[in-house]
């Protein structure tokens, strides 16, 4: 099945019980056992809920994996996959990173004796960094927020070489234009808070792997802790995949165009998108990607925080507000916002700089996006 098909059915069939189309919707914490130390089915639903098994089935399946899990956040996501590895262990990253993931591999994870190493954007980079407690590479392609990308098929080229194991983060891009397993890697995580719900309505986090020992123990982790995400958010989750493929066509069609309208503007600096001839990665995003996402981060031209808050309080359409991926166009200002925890120095270093903004592009009219950024960036 092509992609528009499957984020409508994997995963989905019609309710056994009662032929309904739309997967029910199990408000329940508990089953009914025909006997003691009889499992059948459903027992707790900490362990497993019919909804949330629906919404693991079909995010596995969008992702050409077989084992989907879905967590109340996206950290709770990424927090199960560290808590895998034990003290002394190893993990390569990126250093252009969402804050919250590096917040969690320095504040959480690192005092209990986790050693992280970051590194640029090319498989060298990994490769020089790996040492012989190195457990994890860990990427995010497209970045956040800079739209940096990395070759994925190469890094796990250079992870399988090392018995090392690759984690994607595939929030941006999605399964719609980037599949990572397909391309070698071994786990993929989401916050399912952005695309996949869409509408700026629920938090949730999901991982899809096809190891299945590596499965059951972040299976085991997700039950004994209990990060799931409820049989609600689990149902919202479900609606807004209906509707994934065509909401990212437009995302990307209006990204297109805003980012070429930035490009060309002179209030701007620097444009980040991968969809940009222009741009350093835009050979690498046509052969590994379907699309180029809605995603832009853009520089402003002598910009500072004074200068972003200017610019923002012009904007009637684009609402400045944390998160991404909603129907809704969202602008944020990442050096005090989604990456305020980084260390400042640190961030001046990657390239997250006072005078850069990130733009979520939402599916509004884009010609009224293009007006309303067009007045903002005016004197």
Request: charged fraction near 20%.
């Amino acid at each position: 099945m092509k992609i528009k098909t499957k984020v409508i059915h994997a995963g989905q069939e019609p309710d056994k019980s009662t032929g309904a189309v739309i997967p029910p919707l199990y408000l329940t914490s508990t089953y009914r056992q025909e006997a003691v130390s009889v499992h059948k089915g459903f027992e707790y639903s900490r362990t497993g809920n019919p909804t949330r098994k629906v919404l693991e089935d079909c995010l596995a399946e969008l992702e050409g994996g077989k084992f989907g899990l879905a967590f109340s956040s996206g950290m709770a996501a990424e927090h199960a996959v560290l808590s895998t590895l034990r003290p002394g262990d190893h993990v390569v990253a990126c250093r252009d990173m969402y804050g919250g993931t590096y917040r969690l591999f320095e504040d959480v994870f690192k005092p209990f004796g986790l050693e992280f190493s970051y590194v640029g954007y090319e498989a060298e980079e990994f490769e020089q960094a790996a040492k012989d407690n190195t457990r994890l590479f860990w990427i995010e392609s497209p970045t956040n927020p800079l739209m940096h990308l990395v070759d994925i098929t190469a890094v796990a080229r250079t992870a399988g070489k090392k018995n090392i194991k690759l984690v994607v983060d595939n929030t941006f891009a999605t399964p719609c234009f980037q599949q990572p397993l397909n391309l070698g890697a071994d786990l993929v995580v989401h916050s399912t808070t952005k695309y996949i719900g869409g509408h700026s309505d629920l938090i949730g986090g999901a991982l899809v792997l096809n190891d299945g020992e590596w499965y059951e123990k972040i299976r085991f982790i997700q039950n004994a802790v209990g990060a799931i995400a409820g049989a609600f958010d689990s149902w919202l989750m479900l609606r807004g995949i209906k509707t994934l493929a065509i909401r990212m066509k437009q995302h990307e069609e209006n990204a297109m165009r805003i980012a070429a309208f930035l490009e060309d503007h002179a209030m701007i600096s620097s444009v980040y998108y991968p969809g940009l001839p222009s741009n350093p990665y835009y050979k690498l995003a046509r052969r590994q990607m379907d699309g180029f996402g809605g995603m832009i981060s853009f520089k402003l031209k002598d910009g500072d925080l004074a200068a972003a808050n200017r610019f923002f309080k012009k904007l009637h359409i684009i609402t400045l507000a944390e998160s991404l991926g909603g129907v809704e166009s969202l602008i944020n200002y990442p050096a005090v916002m989604t990456h305020g925890s980084i260390p400042e120095q640190q961030r001046i270093s990657i390239g997250i700089t006072k005078d850069l903004i990130r733009l979520s592009v939402g599916i509004e009219d884009v010609e009224d996006l293009i007006i309303d950024l067009s007045e903002a960036l005016s004197l």
